[in-house]
């Protein structure tokens, strides 16, 4: 064989198994072929350098040259009587026979070189095992020994197939475990669900009785009538409630008058249930037969104040006086109606009974077309029951309820246990969106429990005044129809509204909230007028000031919170003494009464003399005010594009930390300014000139090894280092996966590290040793 | 050749001489021959075969799954192609198999109706081959290593047994009983071979690295401990003192003549002694692996000029020249470790059993035709091949041109 021939194949070898392709160069292939058809000394070499680039650690090396290996044994007999003689080894190197001679890694390469050999060796055996007899020994002892299945497509060998095995029954084991502790779990919990969910239901009866019926009428506490009403006439015997009290409020009211009534029947409810409640009127009055009218009257009376309250509770009560009548339907307006004729009736009982002085109401109302139960004093203990066990549900039943039907279903157990805990689950989604579709307000009651917690004495006073929620010092809106509790003027368009606004606050004579919140808005109103006559009260120092300070720049905008907006330019200073003598000399500013003699009884003779204090006048008359301006929110957003195609919403000032100086932007976030998108497009170029550390090629390579695909790590690397690999299509095994431990490891078992704790360890123990290295001397003592 | 054939025809040599030449040339060939296969019983890894002396037709093999299997080697039928056949087997299913791993089967030396096995379920078995039950069985109390009955004894018929207790048992098949204790080694007794010289020299080694010779007539104590430094005090170290290796000594085996003893350590060694004399001969064969943490079965040519000796090393049989020590060639052909082989005196044939469950067969390659002819003939006899086999044809496709 010639030197050319000779070095011509080991190129061409190094070549094909060095390019780290799964497939081989045909070309080149087909050359080294053409080379080795010359002679059996040519097959010798290729045979030695095959073997040799089957030696090396490296899984696409050893692919490769198993490819050359397969490909020649076909063709060439002497090939085959070389590889046969050792065929030990070759099955080591490609089947890994050897477990103590593990394939190399890339681990992704490794597999397929595996399985890519025992398909081989199978069509080998079954063309050449006759003729070779190590083949066949080979062969079977890879079938008989090893176990290898030359069926399985994954060409697992026993040992494989036992790991599998025990992962498999592991897994088993533990969702053996996993259902028996939700079983376990189930038999626990599910009393307790159980009971949570009749809990549950009862509340929402209690609350709602019998919701599922949808009339339109069902807003506010019209639907507890209507369904009072629907109800048997044994309603009486039930436990005085709202409902009975209103119920018998109106039967009050009809008989008194009937005829009015009657009239009233064309109303929305349905002609049955007035038919009913007119029944029920009819026997309550023969019940009622011996009492005398008048106290039946005043019976109504009392029981229709009761409605007022319940009203005032659940609707929005505003005053009369600067609302308008809002247009009201149905039912509302009958009862509107009803109370315009009851102040033609009963006008002076009506205010000694309920202390109003207004009379004319406007009632708001928003009718929401689903369900809406709103908390009052009487369902709140029901509200709060319903939310502890909506709490109870979602935070532990359904939760535990999933794990359970996760672990059933993942373990596939039985059907029954799975349909159990889904009828679990069932039953609690459904009594979850029950709630939902009750749509239950309990905001106010969260903060009352606050408070309630707080202070209880004071809850207990104020057990007959309504609820408000507590108000913490500035307040930017206060609502129409609360104006009065604050002691505010009733009208809002008067150009005072952002003093008064900010006022309540500072001002110490100010009535505190709380104390304000009186039963009836009216009568605070009333209470209002007679405190701006009586000079010690902070209301007469308001309209004072009122009508003294100047008229700012109307601003003619009623509403609260567009005022805000706008910075007020005429700072707003507390009430001191400069403003009091404003103008004027003030009588004894500036002295100072000297007492010579430091001691409390023994006083001289003389009297004590003042003494006039310039700095003191000066002061007196003079007065700093500090303002420091208001806040003006920002209003503009960074925008600047990020990576999911959104913009900034940061809202700094001046200087956004992820994307620096806040520039003008168009709809896309693109600088408006020129210079602006050039520095930008700058800085874009030399961030993706740097690479960010995920597009690093050694681990995107690792990657793409692991996984097969190409992630294109070679056209990241290719600008890197100067120094080049001798075969840079291979993937590197040098390259360490960059996982947490191996960053660790880099930090802990670096060498100064070491070097510096085993020094501090040496001198603890030298101090050690200089101390006591002697003791032993006065041990024996 | 044909001088050896003249030279004996003329009275001019010794008879012997050409057997020797012509064993020592088929030795020399030995290769793994698609002729001749040993049927596959075994499940599992073959611990021990043994051929038998009288007529050289029956082999005994002992596999790790306590099966044991007696092969019938002898070809009957004319063909070259031959399939060693079980002739009978003590599988699994016989009431009477053992337990554990067969360790050790030999025939009785004088008739085949008799043979011996002993096994890790701390039994050794005397069989009977007709019936295929064992006439007798000796009871112990640790895993028995091996076992060995004397092939020329005539005045005892002894059986001597190494198990894990250090004393080696000497039980006697006249009376079925253990009459005799061998005490002297401290650790289990791996391996006990009868000397083919002297009917009552018995060599045993140890895991103590000792090889003891005991002549069991005198009981008080060995004849004599094999030294590896033939009693030089100044380079063995105390504690190596008296030792055949310098680790577990599982392997022994008397040359033919029971001239020399050799001995296979777990120190990756192995030792040629005198065995009269108990000096190490000090040749050197190199590195001779041995895994094996259980007896090692080896063994020694006979009739060859100079002799050989094939010992396991790994998943192959190397064969060396005994007195030089020279590595004559690797037998390969096993897939995992190789446990033991023998020797064919007859046909200079080896067998040889490993842990891949298979009993190879290593057949002297007729020689070929001679050089002269061979060039004339190279073209014929490849197309004569490939008419017969097509698997040994070149395939080169035509589109690599």
Redesign the interface.
């Known amino acids: 064989m010639e030197l050319s021939q000779r070095e011509r194949l080991s190129e061409l070898v190094e070549e094909l198994t060095t390019s780290g392709q799964p497939q081989l160069n045909q070309d080149k292939m087909?050359e080294l072929?053409?080379i080795c058809?010359v002679s059996n000394d040519c097959i010798d070499h290729v045979y030695h350098t095959v073997m040799s680039q089957l030696n090396q650690e490296h899984a696409e090396i050893r692919l490769s040259a198993f490819q050359i290996a397969s490909d020649l044994f076909?063709?060439?007999?002497?090939f085959?009587t070389l590889l046969v003689?050792?065929f030990?080894e070759f099955?080591e190197l490609t089947v890994e026979?050897d477990s103590e001679q593990p394939l190399p890694p890339p681990k992704e390469v490794a597999r397929k070189l595996r399985s890519l050999a025992i398909q081989t060796v199978q069509s080998w055996q079954a063309?050449?095992g006759?003729?070779?007899?190590?083949l066949a020994?080979?062969y079977?002892?890879l079938k008989?020994?090893k176990k290898v299945d030359f069926q399985d497509a994954e060409a697992r060998t026993i040992a494989e197939r036992r790991r599998e095995e025990e992962r498999q029954r592991r897994m088993d084991r533990i969702y053996k475990e996993r259902v028996e502790a939700a079983c376990k779990d189930m038999e626990e919990m599910h009393q307790e669900i159980e009971a949570t969910l009749t809990e549950m239901e009862s509340c929402m009866r209690l609350l709602f009785p019998d919701y599922g019926l949808k009339d339109t009428e069902t807003v506010g506490s019209s639907p507890s009538t209507s369904h009072s009403a629907n109800r048997c006439p044994s309603d009486d015997e039930q436990p005085c409630c709202s409902k009975d009290v209103k119920d018998d409020g109106k039967e009050g009211k009809k008989q008194l008058r009937s005829s009015k009534e009657a009239s009233n029947g064309k109303g929305k409810n349905p002609e049955k249930d007035r038919g009913k409640m007119e029944q029920k009127g009819n026997n309550e009055e023969e019940g009622n037969e011996e009492k005398k009218s008048e106290d039946k009257e005043m019976e109504g009376e009392k029981k229709r104040d009761g409605i007022e309250q319940e009203e005032k509770k659940e609707w929005k009560v505003k005053d009369g006086e600067d609302a308008e009548k809002s247009n009201s339907e149905g039912e509302e307006e009958q009862e509107e109606d009803k109370e315009e004729e009851e102040e033609e009736h009963f006008g002076d009982m009506f205010i000694r009974n309920s202390g109003l002085i207004s009379h004319s109401y406007s009632l708001d109302l928003n009718l929401s077309s689903g369900l809406h139960v709103k908390e009052t004093e009487d369902n709140e203990a029901v509200v709060s029951t319903v939310i502890d066990l909506h709490r109870l549900i979602t935070s532990k039943h359904l939760p535990a309820v999933h794990g359970w039907v996760q672990v059933f279903t993942k373990s596939g157990a039985e059907q029954q246990l799975l349909r159990r805990a889904l009828d679990l689950k069932k039953s609690l989604e459904a009594a979850l969106q029950k709630h939902k579709e009750l749509h239950i307000d309990y905001k106010a009651r969260v903060r009352k429990v606050m408070k309630a917690s707080s202070d209880q004495e004071e809850e207990e006073e104020e057990d007959d005044f309504d609820e408000v929620p507590e108000k913490e010092g500035y307040e930017p809106y206060i609502p129409e129809h609360l104006r009065a509790e604050y002691g505010l003027d009733p009208s809002p368009s008067t150009s005072a509204a952002p003093v008064t606004k900010k006022t309540p606050a500072k001002r110490p004579a100010a009535p505190p909230p709380q104390s304000s919140c009186s039963s009836s808005s009216s009568r605070q109103l009333k209470r209002l007028a007679e405190e701006e006559q009586d000079p010690t009260c902070a209301a007469a120092t308001l309209r004072l000031l009122k009508q003294n300070l100047p008229v700012p720049a109307q601003t003619s905008s009623s509403s609260g919170p567009s005022s805000e907006q706008k910075p007020v330019n005429a700072p707003v200073v507390p009430f001191g003494l400069d403003l009091y003598y404003w103008g004027e000399e003030q009588p004894n500013a500036g002295k100072i009464v000297k007492a010579a003699s430091q001691h409390q009884f023994w006083v001289p003779a003389e009297v004590e003399e003042e003494v006039e204090n310039n700095q003191l006048l000066e002061e007196s008359r003079s007065r700093y005010i500090s303002f420091p301006g208001s806040f003006t929110p920002v209003n503009h957003f960074c925008r600047a594009p990020l990576g999911n195609g959104k913009l900034c919403q940061r809202q700094d000032r001046l200087k956004c930390p992820f994307h620096g100086q806040i520039i003008p932007r168009d709809q896309e976030g693109r600088p408006c300014r020129r210079e602006d998108r050039l520095r930008e497009e700058a800085e874009e170029r030399r961030k993706r000139e740097e690479q960010p550390d995920w597009r690093d090629a050694d681990l995107m390579r690792d990657i793409e090894a692991a996984t097969g695909e190409n992630l294109g790590s070679d056209r990241v690397a290719k600008k890197g280092k100067g120094k080049k690999k001798k075969y840079p299509n291979l993937s590197d095994l040098k390259q360490r996966a960059n996982t947490s431990r191996s960053r660790l490891e880099k930090k802990v078992f670096n060498k100064s590290t070491m070097r510096r704790v085993a020094q501090v360890m040496s001198k603890a123990d030298g101090r050690k040793h200089d101390k006591f290295s002697n003791q032993f001397n006065y041990a024996l003592n | 050749m044909l001088g050896f054939l003249t030279a004996r025809q003329a009275g001019l040599d010794d008879p012997l001489r050409l057997r020797r030449a012509e064993s020592t040339r088929r030795v020399l060939g030995l290769q793994l021959n698609p002729d001749r296969d040993v049927e596959r019983i075994h499940g599992n890894g073959i611990n021990t075969i043994d051929i038998e002396a009288i007529e050289g037709r029956y082999m005994l093999s002992g596999g790790a799954d306590g099966v044991i299997v007696i092969y019938d080697l002898e070809n009957y039928g004319g063909k070259p192609q031959y399939t060693c056949k079980a002739m009978c087997t003590v599988g699994r299913s016989s009431r009477y198999v053992h337990k554990f791993s067969v360790e050790t089967v030999q025939w009785y030396p004088y008739d085949t109706g008799m043979f011996v096995s002993s096994s890790f379920d701390k039994t050794v078995k005397v069989w009977d081959t007709e019936t295929l039950k064992p006439a007798e069985v000796f009871e112990f109390e640790g895993n028995v290593y091996s076992h060995h009955l004397s092939p020329i004894a005539r005045k005892h018929s002894l059986i001597a047994v190494g198990t894990k207790n250090p004393k080696i048992q000497l039980c006697d098949l006249k009376s079925g009983s253990r009459i005799h204790v061998l005490q002297g080694h401290r650790a289990e007794v791996l391996s006990v071979q009868w000397s083919p010289r002297y009917e009552h020299i018995l060599a045993t080694a140890s895991a103590d690295s000792k090889v003891k010779v005991w002549d069991v007539r005198r009981a008080s104590g060995s004849l004599f401990t094999l030294d590896q430094h033939n009693g030089d005090k100044s380079k063995a170290s105390s504690e190596a003192v008296n030792t055949a290796h310098n680790g577990r000594v599982n392997g022994l085996c008397f040359t033919s003549d029971g001239l020399f003893l050799l001995t296979a350590g777990t120190d990756d060694r192995m030792r040629l002694w005198n065995s009269a004399t108990g000096e190490n001969t000090l040749v050197n064969y190199g590195k001779v692996c041995n895994e094996s943490r259980k007896r090692l079965q080896f063994t020694v040519s006979r009739g060859c000029s100079p002799e050989f000796v094939f010992v396991p090393c790994g998943s192959s049989v190397a064969v060396y020249a005994l007195h030089t020590g020279a590595l004559v060639t690797m037998l390969r052909g096993h897939y995992n470790n190789v446990d033991c082989c023998a020797f064919h005196p007859d046909y200079q044939e080896l067998y040889s059993g490993g842990k891949d469950c298979n009993i190879l067969a290593w057949v002297p390659v007729l020689r070929t035709s001679d050089v002269e002819e061979e060039s004339a003939c190279t073209n014929k006899s490849a197309a004569g091949q490939s008419s017969v086999n097509p698997a040994f044809q070149d395939t080169w496709s035509s589109d690599e041109d």
């Open positions: 087909k072929k053409k058809k076909t063709r060439s007999h002497h085959r003689d050792n030990q099955l026979t063309s050449y006759a003729a070779y007899k190590k020994l080979g079977h002892f008989q020994v």
